[in-house]
């Protein structure tokens, strides 16, 4: 009987996980301090991969912040340079916090320390601005593999604590 209803429950969580898959989309917040580019940076997004939604953009790491302590999202795009709260500590943040967010960094610097700082805090990677197409393709490309296993690995937790 066990083993049936383990079975049972593995199939309703894997095919929960399918649809979670296909229908919910990846939420985005853009931090990047100079409007043209942020604008651009969130159109190009969206257009890019339909699974993706800009659900917040911010010009500054303050508002981007205090957004993050009361609203879930997926992935970060943080522009290192910004004013009052910088990107630095944008990440930090997230990372002492253990926020589940992706961050992708954008610079129009190739200074190591912004670098360091994006390795550090575990940044899925690190974009010069401007911003070409085909490397935000691969990095949306990217933050949606790891999405996948996300959800992988959650309906294999789930399934794996009841089986004993």
Do not use: W
């Not at 979670?20 to 190009?44: A, F, H, N, W, Y």
């Not at 970060?76 to 997230?94: A, Q, S, T, W, Y």
């Amino acid at each position: 009987m066990e083993i049936i209803c383990f079975l049972i429950y593995k199939a309703i969580l894997t095919e929960l996980a399918l649809q979670l898959e296909g229908t919910m989309k990846i939420r985005v917040m853009v931090v990047e301090d100079e409007p043209p580019i942020q604008r651009s940076i969130c159109q190009k997004i969206e257009e890019t991969n339909k699974n993706f939604t800009v659900v917040a953009a911010f010009d500054n790491g303050k508002d981007a912040l205090q957004y993050l302590k009361e609203h879930p999202v997926d992935v970060m795009f943080v522009d290192m340079n910004l004013p009052i709260v910088g990107g630095k500590e944008l990440l930090d943040f997230c990372s002492n916090e253990k926020l589940s967010v992706l961050p992708v960094v954008l610079s129009g610097y190739t200074d190591f320390e912004y670098v360091k700082c994006a390795i550090t805090n575990h940044a899925i990677d690190y974009l010069l601005k401007p911003l070409k197409a085909q490397e935000l393709k691969l990095v949306l490309e990217k933050i949606e593999e790891n999405e996948s296993i996300s959800i992988a690995l959650f309906t294999d937790g789930y399934s794996n604590a009841f089986k004993n």
